[in-house]
């Protein structure tokens, strides 16, 4: 099971309040009534569980991998851009990625890239500027 960062928050039994940032791969909180009347955290790869924790409130948030760090890697979403009526990922050709979905990329580009499309000039520079670049040695 991938593990997450989870950002958990508590008032101990003691009244003592706390919170932490942890990697696992499962955090809950379940709440009993039981102990000092809260409930305790559960999460197998830790090892807490009822016998060893008893609060009097606590959550559970999943947070950005930035907070563990080595933990986890957050997705990263494909983006889209419109190059001359057709929807390309950001990452092919390094674009700026207007569109965060393809659909929305779809609905905007159809034929002819609505207005966003580069000229048939531009496309014959950055073309000519390829073939230049391509037998350079960049080392």
């Known amino acids: 099971m991938a593990k997450k960062c989870y950002y958990i928050t508590y008032i101990a039994c003691n009244g003592a309040t706390g919170d932490a940032y942890l990697c696992s791969e499962g955090i809950s909180y379940v709440p ?10 559960l999460s197998d790869d830790l090892g807490f569980n009822v016998g060893n924790a008893s609060e009097r409130s606590g959550t559970v ?11 986890c ?24 990625g207007l569109y965060s979905t393809i659909s ?12 966003k499309c580069i000229s048939n000039s531009d496309w014959a520079q ?10 350079r040695n960049c080392s």
């Open 32 to 41: 009993t009534g039981g102990g000092c009347g809260g409930g305790y955290f």
């Open 61 to 71: 948030t999943v947070v950005s991998c930035t907070f563990c760090p080595g933990c």
């Open 73 to 96: 890697t957050d997705a990263i979403a494909d983006k889209y851009d419109c190059l001359n009526g057709n929807c390309v990922k950001d990452s092919l050709y390094k674009t700026p």
């Open 104 to 115: 929305d990329c779809e609905n905007v580009c159809g034929t002819g890239c609505g207005g």
């Open 126 to 135: 950055i073309e000519g500027f390829s073939g230049q670049l391509k037998n």
